[in-house]
């Protein structure tokens, strides 16, 4: 077994602050001098540490007279990025990403007519109300789209299912802009959406899981064919262009 390094074992201890939330979003770490001695190590090794931890995004060093390290907690969207690469290095497709979240948000659309709250219903109806009054701007539109969509994740009150929803997210708004873009007439594929989405409100409001999960993937498989009219949907997925 490979002995880890000092700066290792530093940005271990470090991380394991940050994710229990013992350090949190925005905190400054103590100075260079005060954890160089609290670790017992060299400045140098204390920097590599820094080093791990900035290429995990789990800090940003400032440089200079006011420097310093700052802490991020741990977001979906960092898991997201790397995700992201993974899917691409791997050759999955867009189709075998919309697949995906036919698989994840559907059974999420029951769990949320199940968990639902007032204060969750009055979110989503706010939510469908935006897109209303922003129909005419396709990009604003597109990722109010989106958070409909994270909504009704988020209602089903299960974080590992948000987290993935989150990776494929990106993606998929990627390809609705492209997809919008090619169009010269989207209004009628809006006006389904949001009446699709109104749709799937009430059903959560009425506590009908089979009935949520059932129309919600009706929408998403009908939305998946629109969005696989791009040419090369079914190519490896190329996201650094």
Sequence with gaps: MRVPKTAELVAHDL???????????????????TLTEQFGVSRPTLREAFRVLETERLITV?????GGA?????????????????????????ADVLEARVNLESPAAA??????????????????????????????????????????????GNRTIALLHAVLREIIDMAKLRRLGQDDGPSRV???GVDAHRRLVELIAAGDAPGAEAWWRRH????????????????PLDLLD
């Excluded at 400032?62 to 006011?66: F, T, V």
């Design 220 to 235: 998403l498989t009908e939305a998946n064919r629109y969005l696989l009219a791009i040419p090369g949907g079914d190519d």
């Design 70 to 94: 700052a802490v991020h907690a741990p977001s979906a969207a960092m898991v997201a990025r790397y995700a992201s690469f993974f899917l691409e290095h791997d050759g999955a497709s867009l």
């Design 15 to 33: 991380r394991k602050r940050i994710v229990r939330g013992e350090l949190r979003e925005g905190e400054s770490l103590p100075a260079e001098a």
């Design 111 to 156: 769990l949320a007519a199940e968990r639902r709250t007032d204060e969750d219903l009055s979110l989503l109806r706010a939510a469908i109300e935006e897109c209303e009054q922003i129909a005419a701007d396709r990009r604003r539109l597109v990722l109010q789209f989106s958070e409909f969509h994270a909504l009704v994740v988020a209602t089903a």
């Design 190 to 192: 809006i006006a389904r």
């Design 62 to 66: 400032r440089r200079g007279a006011r």
